[in-house]
């Protein structure tokens, strides 16, 4: 077999010590192995692969004039195994981006709701169908309907498209509410839902708003104006807190971003106002999924000012870190390993 040679200038003592053009055979139980030496600071002076992977046995030939070169052998980690490790690594990657809620979008005024809204309209793209439900089987104390926004609130505002939104109405203890489920999966760290709301009068004692759920209906957040308030309540994972958001007429605009497993930033924006950007721990334990938004009117009041609003539903696209940053990590790394296995 041939030697395997190497100069290696500067090097000391560390495992096996090389007199000036002496010879060495070496034999290791397993292969590949890599030929290490190292200079007077300890750094790695030379790396030599073993040519073939099934080869145990090599002879190391010393070419320094210095009085001795040292070696230390080191196990090396086989090519294949990288690779297996890589695509391991790569296909859960993949498996977590498969569970990431899908991209959607949907508004008021898309073709479903033309004869009105009901319980398993699903209009747009991406999300799944509606859920509506009602505390009465009284069409006069709770109900949900297609209309425009501006009529709230003594004349206001709106968030309309075409001139509709989503309308809730809930009077007498009543309570309606609108769940719309995520497809896909659930929402994943880095993905946004955005939505607009525009309540009107809230009697007292009266909630209208909208919350984020897990698939079993465990809120996570909510947001909402209790009637007899001045400000929107912000609700998470430790209380509910003044958001200081006076009640506007006009509408808001929303934008929910998981940040972290129990931790997201919501930013606030009445129409024509300026944003405020919220930021804690969700409601619930550390994990648990959000896969359904819902809207509620509960007991808002009776009459066309009390009426509750909703419009806008998008999870814009967005890839989440994970997904694409470690596929580009293990392949600088599978390639950079590559190159100096040719070295």
Known sequence: MEPCRATV???????IRLPYKETRDLSF????FRLITRDLFGNDECSLRLPQ?????????????????????????PPIMIRKIAL???????????????????????????????????????????????TSLDGGANGVFTGS?????????????????????ANSGQTVSAVRPLSGGSLLVGQTITLSID?????????????????????????YFVGGASDYTLSDGTGSHDSLIGLTGNGLALAFTLTAANSYSLAVTPNGGST?????????????????????????GNGAQYDFYANLLTVPEV?????????????????????????
């Open 149 to 169: 926004s501006s009529g709230n609130a003594g004349g206001s505002g709106n968030i309309d498209t075409a001139g509709l939104s989503w309308g809730m109405y």
């Open 199 to 223: 309540n009107g009068f809230v009697q007292n004692g009266g909630t209208e708003g909208f919350g984020l759920q897990t698939s079993g209906g465990t809120n996570r957040i909510e947001f």
């Open 29 to 32: 139980s397993a292969a590949p």
């Open 88 to 134: 391991g690594l790569l296909s859960l990657g993949a498996a977590l981006t498969i569970q990431a809620a899908n991209t959607a979008f949907d508004k008021a005024s898309n073709s479903p709701y033309a004869d009105g809204w009901q319980s398993g309209d699903n209009g747009g793209t991406g999300f799944g169908a509606w859920v509506l439900t009602k």
């Open 276 to 300: 405020s950007i919220f930021s804690g721990s969700l409601e619930g334990s550390t994990g648990l999924d959000i896969s359904q938004l819902r809207f509620f009117n509960a007991n808002g």
């Open 319 to 343: 890839s989440p870190a994970w997904s694409f940053g470690a596929p580009a990590i293990l392949g600088a790394l599978f390639f950079a390993r590559r190159r100096r296995a040719k070295a």
């Open 9 to 15: 200038p500067g090097c000391r003592p560390s495992w």
């Open 53 to 77: 992977a099934n080869s145990k046995n090599f002879t190391f030939l010393s070419t320094d004039s210095a009085k001795s070169d040292e070696i230390a052998i080191r196990r090396k980690i």
